[in-house]
């Protein structure tokens, strides 16, 4: 079946230390790809999104994604995370093989990071 | 700054009863979503429309109406609440297809008791 994995559900991590979050997909057309935020307490916003180009995309707050299209992934990187950067994120991939509307999510991680 | 307003931030519903949630956006988006989410589950599709009158099944579309009238305004509609629709329910637009991101509204977490 078609969908999008999120290979950590909890991610607790240091101030100042680098972070991973690892996403993957199964549709093999040409997609748009997004990782989302949700602050607590927050509506869900856009962190970064690819459409085409380059591979290594930037987002807001120092956040970067790479687009690894042998490998359908597309994973989240910040060099040091910050406390405010606790929250849920959510990878998402939009298929433009059945019309461009309907975009699917993974079921998230969520990331505490300590003081 | 796109606007995607949800009426209600909390609503508790008795089983069986007919529920509305509203939806509404303020940037001429031709489509809008209904997804649902749940912990360990992300957000799955509940229905989506592309146009005015528009309405397209999403993943998990049983249980669950939705009625677009006004480019607008995009509602679901439980026929019938049952306790396992206890759920944040999340409204969202986007422009176009393909090449375009969804913006979304602030939730709308539902207890059906």
């Known amino acids: 079946a078609q969908s999008v994995s999120q290979h950590n559900h909890h991610v607790i991590l240091s101030e100042a230390a680098s972070l991973e979050l690892g996403c993957n997909y199964s549709y093999g057309g040409t997609v748009n790809l997004f990782w989302y935020v949700q602050y607590p307490g927050q509506h869900l916003q856009l962190l970064l999104k690819?459409?085409?180009?380059?591979?290594l995309v930037k987002g807001i707050k120092g956040f970067e994604a790479e687009f690894i299209k042998s490998k359908f992934s597309f994973n989240l990187r910040k060099p040091s995370v910050q406390w405010s950067d606790t929250a849920e994120y959510f990878c998402?991939?939009?298929?433009?093989?059945?019309?461009?509307?309907?975009?699917?999510f993974g079921a998230g991680t969520r990331l505490f990071v300590k003081a | 700054d796109v606007k995607v307003t949800q009426s209600s931030r909390y609503l508790v519903k008795r089983t069986g009863e007919k529920v509305f949630l509203e939806c509404v956006q303020d940037m001429d988006h031709e489509n809008m979503f209904w997804y649902r989410q749940d912990p360990g589950l992300g957000l799955r599709l509940i229905y989506f429309?592309?146009?005015?009158?528009?309405?397209e099944k999403g993943d998990i579309p049983e249980g669950y109406s939705v009625s677009r009238e006004k480019k607008e305004r995009f509602s679901l509609i439980l026929e019938s609440a049952s306790t396992n629709q206890t759920s944040m329910y999340l409204c969202?637009?986007?422009f176009g297809q393909g090449n375009t991101e969804a913006f979304f509204g602030q939730g709308t977490r539902l207890t059906v008791v």
């Open positions: 429309s592309y146009d005015v009158k528009m309405k």
């Open positions: 969202a637009s986007s």
């Open positions: 690819y459409f085409s180009g380059d591979p």
């Open positions: 998402a991939v939009k298929p433009l093989n059945t019309g461009g509307f309907k975009t699917i």
